[in-house]
């Protein structure tokens, strides 16, 4: 399957690159080559579309929400208008439960809105990835490192990058798939 893959370079991007490497016909656009989605003007068809590029962050959203409304709502735009007739896995995030809290919970919400009116496309609502080396940051890298900034009484859903690649290779060649869908455990944890 020849297979596009958005924000190949990110955390979940480089596991799913080098998950499917070996059995698709991959090509990547991330920013940490220069590549913005805003700006890129895409010529090539493809069967499948992994859109994964995007800003995450809750606390860091609130500091810029017109970035992460850019980021995620507006090149998600770009890409379900020009790739209409192609289905896209897009990341979603499990924040989408609750958009009106913050701007990144509310970008994915409306994310999710873009992507049922333009075609058969499947979001990837992310719970609380997690792995050995977490993304630089985020939660569970303050947490292993002693860095948490706040304390909470919130539960979260961790699941781990292998688990993310296994639901997103299983999820390839499920086309009667639309709409959304929890990427999770399923075993919340209180923090």
Same mark, same amino acid.
């Given at each position: 399957?020849?297979? %596009?893959?958005?924000?190949?370079?990110?955390?979940?991007?480089?596991?799913?690159?080098?998950?499917?490497?070996?059995?698709?016909?991959?090509?990547?656009?991330?920013?940490?080559?220069?590549? +913005?989605?805003?700006?890129?003007?895409?010529?090539? +068809?493809? +069967?499948?579309?992994?859109?994964?590029?995007?800003?995450?962050?809750?606390?860091? #959203?609130?500091?810029? $929400? #017109?970035?992460?409304?850019?980021?995620?709502?507006?090149?998600?735009?770009?890409?379900?208008?020009?790739?209409?007739?192609?289905?896209?896995? *897009?990341?979603? #995030?499990?924040?989408?439960?609750? =958009?009106?809290?913050? $701007? *990144?919970?509310?970008?994915? /919400?409306?994310?999710? &809105?873009?992507?049922?009116?333009?075609?058969?496309? %499947?979001?990837?609502?992310?719970?609380?990835?997690?792995? &050995?080396? $977490?993304?630089?940051?985020?939660?569970?890298?303050? %947490?292993?490192?002693?860095?948490? &900034? *706040?304390?909470?009484?919130? *539960?979260?859903?961790?699941?781990?990058? &292998? @688990? !993310?690649? +296994?639901?997103?290779?299983?999820? %390839?060649?499920?086309? /009667?798939?639309?709409?959304?869908? @929890?990427?999770? #455990?399923?075993? =919340? !944890?209180?923090?």
């Amino acid at each position: 399957m020849k297979i %596009l893959i958005t924000g190949h370079k990110g955390f979940i991007g480089s596991a799913i690159w080098n998950r499917l490497k070996d059995s698709h016909q991959l090509f990547g656009i991330d920013k940490k080559d220069g590549n +913005d989605i805003l700006d890129y003007v895409f010529k090539d +068809d493809y +069967d499948l579309i992994i859109h994964l590029a995007g800003l995450s962050g809750v606390r860091e #959203s609130i500091k810029d $929400p #017109s970035a992460y409304w850019f980021n995620n709502v507006e090149a998600g735009r770009k890409l379900f208008e020009r790739y209409k007739d192609t289905r896209i896995l *897009y990341a979603s #995030s499990s924040t989408v439960y609750e =958009p009106h809290l913050n $701007p *990144y919970a509310a970008s994915k /919400y409306m994310l999710e &809105e873009l992507a049922a009116c333009h075609g058969e496309n %499947l979001g990837l609502r992310f719970h609380t990835v997690w792995s &050995e080396k $977490p993304r630089k940051g985020m939660f569970v890298d303050k %947490l292993l490192n002693g860095n948490l &900034e *706040y304390v909470t009484n919130h *539960y979260r859903d961790f699941v781990h990058i &292998e @688990d !993310v690649c +296994d639901a997103i290779e299983i999820l %390839l060649d499920k086309d /009667y798939l639309k709409g959304y869908i @929890d990427i999770g #455990s399923g075993m =919340p !944890v209180k923090i």
